[in-house]
């Protein structure tokens, strides 16, 4: 573990003066009482003013409605688990005995919160300024354009209002199928206009990624007959 834990923080960017955040930061409730729940709610004020601060900076002229929605894309569970999985998390947090038998490493909720934790250990280790610094490291592979503000909409509602717009129903969606085992499952949802007859297929980690991801791909067909 000492060299796993040595591996993150050379991922990380960071060398902790004091390892003992570290170790909180990666320890579930279920392990010890001195678990990483209160480091979480540090670290997910810390992330939000730093993905603010970020998008801020790169695109100044949106209104703030596109930000906030920008900045919740950013943060939400899906992409804090994909960027846990980067950092290689899985391997390095302490679950107890019953939440590690039923696949608490992989997940999603409780890798997301995880990388918060870290954010909050970080923020109170090494400073805001260390901090933003590694949360721009995170996202740099997330190119900040004003494109990004349509596709930052949620798709649910992107597509609601596209159909609206056209005095049509709204669409209905259902689960078709849940793959993998319980600790590791991608859903499958189709999303469903009657009036069009069309029928499109998204999968996610969740089933309302799954929702949005179908609906992205409903109003991505829609807009090419339109």
Known sequence: MPVLVSRLQDRLAHRFSNPALLARALTHRSFSADHNE??????????NLAV???LYEAL????????????AQLVCQDSLYRLA???ELPNL?????????????RRPSILADALEAIIGAVYLDGGYDVTQALVRRLFDQVEITPAMSAAAKDAKTALQEWL???????PHYEVVQVLGVAHRQTFEVACVVAQRQLRVL?????RRAAEQAAAAAMLKALQSKA
Do not use: I, T
């Not at 209160?38 to 004020?45: P, T």
């Not at 100044?60 to 900045?71: F, N, Q, T, V, Y």
């Not at 717009?165 to 709204?170: E, F, K, V």
């Open 38 to 47: 209160r480091l979480e709610f540090l670290g997910d004020s810390v992330l």
């Open 202 to 206: 998204g999968q996610g980690a969740s």
């Open 52 to 54: 603010a601060h970020m």
């Open 93 to 105: 947090l302490r679950l107890g005995e019953g939440e590690m038998r039923s696949g608490g490493q």
């Open 60 to 71: 100044g002229d949106l209104p703030e409605g596109d930000l906030s929605r920008m900045r």
């Open 164 to 170: 609206q717009g056209r005095r049509m129903s709204l």
């Open 85 to 87: 999985l980067e950092l």
